[in-house]
């Protein structure tokens, strides 16, 4: 189990981690988001000493992580996937952390199996593509075969098959009672991995649930409903008391109705529906609408500056336009 308690850290004035408390179980997939900036690199790197806290407290399975003995083998991490020695192979790489940590030759075969690069194993990393080396770092977070496993961005790289496995090898793991906690930017793939979601922006704890609550909670959710007899349907719902919202298209919306109680309604009253669907917002669109207010980096498409000036108007500065000008 990770476990945080007032965990803050700044860098002159300002504040990357703000008082964060929460704690990774056990048995599940533990999601960490946040937009840019948020605050979670940052913490990630408290949970492994890389990082002092400016104050609170991190234990990993109730210790520190500077106390533990031999620490691969309490929690494996893959925070950069480009940590590594060039000049080593992929081999030689796992070899030097598994004698650091007392670790056996075995294992570095095992993991190297595991991840799919026995057959680079003698080539060195420098040579590695990205998904190569999102492979071998996963690898070393393996193999003193934690209880813990943290990792940051883990898909970064990999092709869909690779996607796939990291995937399922996230919910195995956890299915194997260790603790799993991972960061990522890609919500459709954070949506079919993780079981639980710790939300911050601006370094403060946004939100602690598990993934269906999140999505509950943060998005609206309603029922869809389309029929060919849009106008008597209406006048049925407003009989009931049933507040329905007209979209475009002939569609309607009806906010906090089952759609078994629509379905029984319109059979009651002899109204054909060619759709009566459930609707519930995506992870990533529950996350924008919590996140708003926190994003620290906003983007803007302003079209005038999108245009190319008019004919003789001499090259802007770089940077007014993105970079240097030119006129095809």
């Known amino acids: 189990m990770i476990e945080l ?12 981690v703000n008082n964060l408390t929460f704690a990774v179980r056990p048995g599940i997939v533990t999601g960490f988001l946040g937009p840019n900036g948020a605050g979670k690199s940052t913490t990630m790197r408290m949970l492994l000493g890389l990082d002092r806290p400016t104050a609170g407290d991190v234990r990993i399975d109730g210790q520190h992580y500077n106390h ?30 598994a004698q650091s940590n007392g ?37 070393g977070a393996l193999l003193g075969d934690p209880r813990i496993l943290m990792f940051d961005e883990p898909v970064n790289g990999l092709d869909p098959e690779g996607i796939h496995w990291i995937r399922n090898l996230m919910k195995s793991l956890a299915t194997q009672g260790r603790t799993v906690f991972v960061s990522s930017h890609l919500m459709s793939e954070m949506a079919l991995t993780a079981d639980h979601l710790v939300v911050i922006g601006q370094g403060r704890l946004l939100a602690d649930t598990s993934m269906a609550d999140f999505i509950q909670q943060n998005s609206r959710s309603y029922v869809r409903i389309r ?12 009989g009931a008391g049933i507040t329905v919202v007209e979209t475009g298209g002939g569609t309607l919306e009806v906010d906090g109705s089952q759609p078994e109680h629509l379905g029984e309604l319109a059979a009651r009253h002899q109204v054909v529906l060619h759709e009566l669907s459930p609707q519930q917002a ?19 498409t302003d079209a005038a500056l999108m245009e190319a000036p008019p004919p003789g108007t001499p090259p802007p500065p770089q940077g007014q336009w993105g970079g240097d000008w030119k006129r095809d």
């Open 227 to 238: 029929t060919p007899q849009r106008e008597r349907f209406l006048d049925v719902l407003h």
């Open 103 to 139: 670790i056996s030759k075995a294992r570095v075969h095992e993991v190297l199996d595991t991840v799919g690069l026995t057959a680079v194993a003698r080539k060195k990393a420098k040579g590695f593509s990205l998904g190569m080396g999102q492979r071998l770092g996963i690898a």
């Open 282 to 300: 995506s992870l990533e669109e529950a996350f924008m609408q919590l996140t708003a207010e926190s994003v620290e980096y906003h983007a803007h």
């Open 5 to 16: 308690e007032g965990l803050t850290k700044r860098y002159g004035e300002k504040v990357a």
């Open 68 to 97: 533990l003995k031999d620490p691969l083998k309490y929690i494996g991490a893959l925070l950069d996937a480009k940590a590594m020695h060039g000049g080593r192979s992929a081999f030689n790489h796992l070899l030097c952390l």
